[in-house]
């Protein structure tokens, strides 16, 4: 065998494994990124639940606690209106991340293949 063959599928799965790696790299930040935001969304709902049930105890009219409540509920709906942006955000800066990942590995798949493609030989016309 030649040893260009050789060569060219130690460059390819050289590539592979670094693509592979890559590629996990990207997953393993936007997996980090997506847990951060959902601590911090559970971290407020928490906090909402606590200051929920204590304005029970910090109310006795009714349409006092019905406006704690209220105003509770606004700024917990504004906080996930704003986690959603931001993983919104998130999502779409690592589409551009996947999608320049994507078209690097195959422009290197298309370089990879046009140098392994076999290149036609002269044939010698009989005598």
Do not use: C
């Not at 040893?3 to 790696?21: H, I, L």
Request: glycine letters at 4%.
């Amino acid at each position: 065998m030649d040893n260009t063959f050789f060569a060219q599928w130690e460059s390819f799965t050289k590539s592979a494994v670094d693509s592979g790696k890559e590629l996990e790299a990207l997953n393993m930040k936007l997996v980090e990124q997506v847990t951060q935001k959902q601590m911090e969304l559970l971290s407020s709902a928490l906090e909402t639940g606590n200051q929920w049930f204590s304005t029970f105890g910090e109310h006795k009219a009714l349409p006092e606690l019905i406006a704690a409540q209220s105003k509770l509920a606004s700024d917990y709906s504004s906080k996930l209106l704003a986690a959603s942006r931001e993983t919104g955000d998130l999502l779409t800066a690592s589409r551009d991340e996947y999608k320049a990942w994507f078209e690097k590995m195959m422009k290197l798949l298309s370089e990879q293949t046009a140098a392994a493609t076999a290149k036609p030989v002269a044939v010698r016309k009989a005598a």
